[in-house]
């Protein structure tokens, strides 16, 4: 439980309002505050909730994010790996990741491994942009970038190793792939390329 003085300016929801918004009870969101560390500000005697702070708390537990609660032109990235085989490089991307895209841009961050647990969680998170760490999970990345695309309404870019073979590519493109870029490559490059993606308006994959 983690209270807090409210902020000016700092868009937050009566507990009722957060109960509305995510299909429960108030006594449930009580119990979130209480028992699952959900934060909350005191305003005038009244227990309130931070949108961003709802936003964060949701993702942590796989909840379905309502609409209406981010913030204008928020966008939301996933970051999917191998569970063991290179999960440690990978871990260490998707921290630099956040520090490089996430200060450039309005977005919420999470991150996941391959499997049914990934599939779930997109499926719950909607992401704008998935990250599909291929260089270390080529077929599961495949997998899951076809998983997405039955959904519709997503981006996808594998993240591959270095001077990756043609045929290679070309398979996670006609997978569904919006992008296969090198996860090395500069980050000036890669911040380039996510940006073209998400600013895409057509739905043909791209180089």
Known sequence: MTENTEQAGT????????????????????????????????CRGEQKVRQGDLVGFLMHYNMPIPGGILPINARKVLFVCPAKRGRKAGHDFFQMFSRHFGRKANCFLDSVAFGKGAEYKILTFLPDLI????????????????????????????????NLGRAKRDRM???????????????????????????????????
């Not at 109960?19 to 979130?32: E, H, I, P, T």
């Not at 599909?132 to 997503?154: C, P, Q, S, W, Y």
Request: hydrophobic fraction near 45%; charged fraction near 20%; proline fraction near 3%.
């Open 11 to 42: 868009p937050a929801l009566k507990i009722e309002q957060v109960a509305l918004l995510c299909g429960v009870s108030a006594a449930r969101v009580y119990s979130w505050i209480e028992k699952n560390g959900l934060k909350f500000i005191t």
């Open 131 to 162: 990250l599909a760490d291929a260089v270390n999970g080529g077929d599961e990345a495949v997998h899951l970038i076809r998983f997405v695309k039955t959904i519709g309404g997503m981006r996808t870019v594998a993240l591959v190793r270095r």
């Open 173 to 207: 493109l006609a997978a569904g792939a919006h992008a296969v870029v090198e996860r090395n490559s500069p980050w000036e490059n890669l911040l380039g390329c996510f940006n073209k993606v998400f600013n895409s308006l057509g739905s043909n994959p791209r180089r």
